[in-house]
């Protein structure tokens, strides 16, 4: 039975799992070869999702034949019911077909498309972003793995939130950031125990990670709770990393409020995407935008950082970042 076929059940078509590969160090002809896989990326895979969600599909009886829910796997467009419009795939269709989207493009992203998300960000904010303050990124993942790398130096901590969405600890873990944990109050909306932030935080530590809207516990933070969060921040010295990646799935009563709103105290890197929002994960790109009016990136070289990051990466498709314009300019009504 291949692989698929013994989890045909499982209700995600692109499931995989990774088949461990048997070591050869010596061929029949006694050649010992001199090459073999680094471990760079060992202890850092133990700690992400699709590693352990994987061990747990794997461990699944093949023999049941219930549809098995992948609860843990936030991709909406694997169902049938989750689609984007019409008009977004047109236009990749379109924009492919035009033949003017072929070539690199420079390692920020396009102009156009920097501009397209300043605009869409600016819509709720005070200090107003400009097209330099954007760099395009190959999805979210992408913007937290550039901003890591930007911000590791030597025994440098980072500051994450228990629970939390576990990319974070994995690329913290390979960029060599050291971890240290802040607790979500369940009794409190998943607030964020700020005293407790404060007694893990010493003078290595250079940022806290704020989700919200949150994954994995859904809330949505109140305008005074991101106020507070600003003070004991700029208190502690710190920049405020805030994943906004869900800034369109709203659960509750509270209303979305970005947390560059209060970059006029810390600044704010945002990172966010269309993957959520459009559904469409598979088209991977999104962005990182620095909200920061006193120009504190600029002077700590944070900013010289991302773009050298940047340089040395791959950029997202040139043909979705004229989707992505498209789409966050509203012309295709979606
Ligand atoms: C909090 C959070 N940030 C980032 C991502 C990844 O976003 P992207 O698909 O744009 O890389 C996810 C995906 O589930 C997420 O939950």
Redesign the pocket.
């Known amino acids: 039975m291949s692989e698929e076929e013994a989890h045909a059940n499982l209700a995600v078509p692109a499931f995989r799992t990774e088949k461990v590969a048997k070591t050869q160090t010596q061929n029949g002809h006694g050649t010992v070869w001199r090459f073999g896989g680094a471990d760079k990326a060992a202890k850092a895979a133990t700690v992400t999702l699709r590693g352990v969600i994987y061990m747990l599909f794997d461990n699944c009886s093949k023999d049941v034949k219930k549809t098995i829910l992948p609860l843990g796997h ?2 909406p467009s694997v169902y049938p019911c989750f689609r984007t419009c019409i008009e977004a795939e047109d236009a990749v269709v379109n924009v492919l077909r035009s033949g003017n989207s072929n070539s690199y493009c420079p390692g920020a992203g396009i102009l156009p498309a920097r501009r397209a998300v300043a605009d869409y960000l600016n819509r709720d904010l005070p200090n107003k972003l400009t097209p330099d303050d954007i760099f395009l990124t ?7 793995e550039l901003v890591f790398e930007s911000l590791a130096r030597p025994n440098a901590n980072i500051l994450l939130p228990r629970p939390g ?1 576990p ?1 974070y600890d994995a690329r913290a873990v390979y960029s060599g950031l050291e971890i240290r944990k802040f607790d979500l109050l369940p009794d409190r909306e998943w607030e964020i125990d700020l005293e407790g932030v404060e007694a893990v935080a010493d003078e290595n530590t250079v940022a806290i990670v704020v ?1 919200n809207p949150n ?1 994995p516990c859904g809330n949505v933070y109140s305008h005074d709770h991101l106020h507070k969060v600003a003070d004991a921040a700029r208190k502690l010295g710190i920049m405020v990393i805030t ?1 906004e ?2 800034d369109q799935t709203i659960f509750g009563d509270n209303p979305f409020v970005p947390m560059a709103k209060f970059a006029s105290i810390v600044p704010v890197l945002t ?1 966010g ?4 929002g459009w559904v469409v ?1 598979g088209w ?3 962005w990182i935008a620095l909200n920061d009016p006193e120009g504190v990136f600029e002077s700590t070289k944070v900013v010289q950082s991302i773009k050298q990051s940047l340089d040395i990466t791959p950029d997202p498709s040139t043909i979705i970042q004229v989707c992505v314009l498209l789409l966050l300019m509203g012309w295709l009504g979606c």
């Open positions: 936030g991709d190959a999805g979210c993942n992408q913007g937290i969405f990319h989700i994954n994943d990646v869900y990172l995407g269309i993957s959520k994960p991977k790109i999104g």
